[in-house]
T-cell receptor
Framework: DAGVIQSPRHEVTEMGQEVTLRCKPI?????LFWYRQTMMRGLELLIY????????DSGMPEDRFSAKMPNASFSTLKIQPSEPRDSAVYFC?????????????FGPGTRLTVL | KQEVTQIPAALSVPEGENLVLNCSFT??????LQWFRQDPGKGLTSLLL?????REQTSGRLNASLDKSSGRSTLYIAASQPGDSATYLC???????????FGPGTSLSVIP
């Protein structure tokens, strides 16, 4: 398996624009996680899905953020409108079952810069 | 609210030294614990996972232990090498269905 795949790897956009980040989890994994990493706040869980259903989105910072998982092999994280404080590295991860049972496997991340 | 600290925040050692990284949870009720490695500009790579029924895990030169009574974990790296230079993060969950909380990481530099 190619591991967790994320695209794009880098995104530079202007404030107010819509940003869409994409993730393909490892085939057969039931859980998908979206994280955000910044120097100030470290690694934060934004939302996670189980079998394509959002389970906990309490980490989503604002209504500007939304995530979907239309099928078992694809998820998106959308920011609309984007703001400079959204600049961070966004990671997607997947696991066979909820993380406390099984290892999480991370994608390479998307480095987002909002000017 | 569960919080995680990692000590030290940064560490620089000469090649060949044995070293210990520490991870501590404010709530000692840790169900299991995972150690990750992150190279600059990269994602996280899982190193070791200590399950609820275990106290430690070993992989090559790495050994991780978990003291559930205190909520503390250590990652021991034997005979460090320059290739071990990276940031090491611990992550744990309080219950079997709790989401995982990550520590801030320890930045390790092994000098040749």
């Amino acid at each position: 398996d190619a591991g967790v795949i994320q695209s794009p790897r880098h995104e530079v956009t202007e404030m107010g624009q819509e940003v869409t980040l994409r993730c393909k989890p490892i085939s057969g994994h039931d859980y998908l996680f979206w994280y955000r990493q910044t120097m100030m706040r470290g690694l934060e869980l934004l939302i996670y899905f189980n079998n394509n259903v959002p389970i906990d989105d309490s980490g989503m910072p604002e209504d500007r953020f939304s995530a979907k998982m239309p099928n078992a092999s694809f998820s998106t994280l959308k920011i609309q409108p984007s703001e400079p404080r959204d600049s961070a590295v966004y990671f997607c991860a997947s696991s066979l079952r909820l993380a406390v049972y099984n290892e999480q496997f991370f994608g390479p991340g998307t480095r987002l810069t909002v000017l | 609210k569960q919080e995680v600290t990692q000590i030290p925040a940064a560490l620089s050692v000469p090649e060949g030294e044995n070293l210990v990284l520490n991870c501590s949870f404010t709530d000692s009720a840790i169900y299991n614990l995972q150690w990750f490695r992150q190279d600059p500009g990269k994602g996280l790579t899982s190193l070791l996972l200590i399950q609820s029924s275990q106290r430690e895990q070993t992989s090559g030169r790495l050994n991780a232990s978990l003291d559930k009574s205190s909520g503390r974990s250590t990652l021991y790296i034997a005979a460090s090498q320059p290739g071990d230079s990276a940031t090491y993060l611990c992550a744990g969950g309080k219950t079997s269905y709790d989401k995982v909380i990550f520590g801030p990481g320890t930045s390790l530099s092994v000098i040749p």
